[in-house]
């Protein structure tokens, strides 16, 4: 995957974990505020890892 994949994920991620956060209740039917939390928390620390992995593919893509 190119650099630029990566970090498009990165943003989906959190994107996401900020929609299970805010509204989880509502957009994916979570029993609880709790749940919901928990869920966005889960997603966003993916977000990470997505932007680690995006800066090691452009630090390839430069060398090669």
Do not use: C, D, H
Not at 16 to 38: D, P
């Amino acid at each position: 995957m190119t650099s630029s994949n990566w970090y498009l994920l990165m943003i989906g991620a959190i994107f996401i974990a900020v929609i299970a956060f805010v509204f989880g209740t509502i957009v994916f039917n979570y029993e609880s505020e709790q749940q919901a939390r928990e869920v966005g928390i889960f997603i966003g620390l993916w977000a990470p890892t997505f932007g680690m992995l995006g800066t090691r593919a452009l630090i390839m893509e430069q060398k090669s």
